[in-house]
């Protein structure tokens, strides 16, 4: 392992990101399971781009069998981009029926980015000040990791994110007005400063930020803000979508609120590359007749067929009803963990985080340990929020109880040998 | 077929590109060749995405395997990406041997223009006033289809384009020098405008400006202007990469310069959604310090395995050698063709062009008729330049000495039935 960290070194450069101080080599997956070059097997509880499982066979089977007869750029005329599409936008209401494919969620939100400017005629954008969507130049500029060579354009705006430990408006039931008048002065700013205001992207169950207090109804003051100043809501359904949240497909019909645009990617194909955008029709035309897009693997035969079997088995698996049943019982079992350092235990559907907290501040170390302790004892987790202080768990769809209860267990095994 | 192309636009929306006055629907590819949905079937001369031959046996192979296998993200170590990754870097002079992978060549020539900027601290990014570099946001900027909403940045700097009809400086001759008087006049703009100058973005066989007049040397004088400036040249290889050539692997070597980074894109997977930028170490370490880039379905261990057996393909199939042999004997054929529209027959490796001209004018849409019919003759070509007036011909790299014979015999039949 030294070996590959040595030639990932000399290969790839420097700060190539790995997870955990001691990476894994893993060398197969099957179902919620990774396994490293050791044969020791890991519970995923964090992966959620193999959405209905690693290497589930029907996925592989649709890759395989449409490799071999065709894959093709979509300047010819091909079936399967169109039964998968109409497929997939018939999962949408709020006339979601149009559909842009790309192959990175990255690639998905830059051309999002550019429905709303396209749609406005005007340039501002708007996301939180602790997020991530993505890569590219452009939404990079809505990301708070790094500042970009030569700043921060003018034309995006970054508002206070939703936070748990600390709350806008000072309680997380102020929360959602308080979030929306964030919201409203940036609009205000955009504005005054000519750019004008385009939109705003979001994850609708504010993932990255770590679901602060999130939940049917939070967006509603923002959404009739945006609305009122004739902006774009950009929804980033990267990590909510395809079922996770258990009882919708979708985060912002968990959330009750519709969308402009909505942006799908990393469960998509699980594991191939593909994403899309889907818009109303009127959002899209704007787009398409301002840029004259295309995207040379995006939509292929070979993409649309694994895209097309991550929806089969959804739906014959019972996926969906099975995120929230699940779900549901693992959050039951996860609430039951003690430890002093625990502020709150909260999800929807598979998304779970274990917020810890030490005097009201982000317990950042501990949350680190608490990840690699986790590793240790065959059990993949992430971290996320302002302090990456919050346990993340996203684990494939296909998550049984059993598989809940080992994930409970060995949280519990683990915290009780760590001291607050 | 037209039930196709009604599902399309009411799926996918207004403007979405097509080929062809009535597109074709493939269904079925095979080596050089593309079947339609009544079974004919077209001798591929276009596409270079499928570089080893469509659907080849052992890139499927290789892609089911794997998938079948493990399919994660690079946050974990793996051999895949290491032993693909040191095998391409070794194929490049010049100290390019970091690696860094990316799923489009959008996002790698996006990537590109970030490290140019990092390894400078500067902003200002140059590219030719007709060409293409992909289709996000900061690299839309550098292509000329249709302005950006707000407008071109002003660190973007778009240089005339070489050209073979109307030649930069007067005649082919002088084109060389008179283009890298162009890119120093765009650096001056730069510096004066308190940009500065960070990169240049090019094809180095200028493929999407019709080729014209390239060969041994002709980037000589633009490349000293652009070290004098302290630049970066960003050389986008995603058509002639991979051998096309046929006398070297990559255009920049044909050409006998050194870049300082390089984009790869379509025909690395034969199809697959994979791409990467290679670059000396300090320019990898200036992005990686500078930026936190992660790329989800990036070098996952699927698009690695796809691209490995692309290199194996090129090499035990003895590709290049074909490219070299094929492409001479088939550019021998197509000088022989004659029509008094013909202004230029050119090419190297198998990629060529033949360029159009009335009085010195392109003749677009002379070209165009003959795009239409030489499909009506199961032929596909597509075009190229500044007119849109330049035959353009890349087939796919298994192309035979008889696929040649076909391609110039069925062009020679349709150019004698149409008049000038």
């Known amino acids: 392992m030294s070996d590959l960290l040595a030639r990932r070194t000399r290969l790839l450069g420097p700060n190539v990101p790995t997870f955990y101080e001691r990476p894994l080599q893993i060398v197969r997956g099957e179902g919620v399971w990774l396994f490293d070059d050791t044969g020791r097997r890991y519970l995923d509880c964090y992966n959620n781009v193999a959405h209905v499982g690693h290497c589930h066979p029907r996925v592989v089977a649709a890759i395989a069998a449409q490799a071999s007869v065709l894959n093709t750029h979509t300047r010819y005329l091909h079936e399967g981009i169109l039964t998968y599409g109409e497929r997939l936008t018939a999962k949408f209401s709020h006339d979601l029926n149009q559909m842009l494919m790309t192959c990175t969620g990255s690639e998905a939100n830059d051309v999002a980015l550019r429905m ?3 749609m406005t005629g005007k340039t501002g954008l ?10 590219t130049t452009a939404v990079a500029h809505l990301s708070t990791r790094r500042p970009p060579i030569g700043g921060y354009p003018p034309h995006i705006r970054r508002v206070p994110a939703p936070d748990s430990l600390a709350p806008l408006g000072g309680s997380l039931a102020a929360q959602p007005q308080a979030f929306a008048e964030g919201v409203a002065r940036a609009i205000a ?18 993932a990255n930020e770590g679901t602060p207090g999130i939940g049917p109804g939070f967006l509603d003051p923002t959404v009739e803000v945006v609305r009122r100043a004739g902006g774009l809501i950009l929804c980033d359904e990267v990590q909510p979508g395809f079922g996770r949240v258990g009882t919708h497909w979708w985060g ?29 029709p009127e959002v899209m035309a704007a787009f398409r007749n301002a840029f004259g897009y295309f995207n040379t693997f995006a939509g292929n035969p070979v993409s649309c067929a694994a895209a097309s079997a991550v929806l089969d088995v959804i739906e014959d698996e019972g996926l969906v009803e099975n995120a929230r049943e699940v779900g549901a019982y693992a959050l039951g079992l996860l609430r039951e963990l003690r430890h002093p350092l625990i502020a709150d235990t909260r999800g929807f559907g598979l998304f779970f985080g274990i917020e810890f907290a030490r005097d009201g ?21 992430g971290r996320v929020g302002r302090g990456q202080h919050i346990l993340k768990m996203r684990p494939p769809m296909p998550f049984s109880r059993a598989n809940a209860a080992q994930l409970v267990e060995t949280l519990d095994a683990i915290l009780r040998k760590m001291p607050a």
């Open 126 to 135: 708007i996301a939180t000040d602790n997020t991530y969507h993505g890569n």
């Open 252 to 280: 912002h019909d968990f959330l009750g609120f519709a969308p402009d645009v909505v942006t799908l990617g990393k469960p998509m194909g699980n594991g191939h590359p593909v994403a899309a955008v889907i818009a109303r």
């Open 116 to 118: 709303a400017q396209a």
């Open 189 to 206: 700013e955009l504005e005054a400063s000519g750019h004008g205001f385009a939109g705003i992207m979001l994850c609708p169950i504010f």
């Open 361 to 381: 501040q982000p317990a950042t170390e501990f949350c680190g340990r608490v990840v690699e302790a986790a590793k240790d004892a065959g059990l993949l987790l």
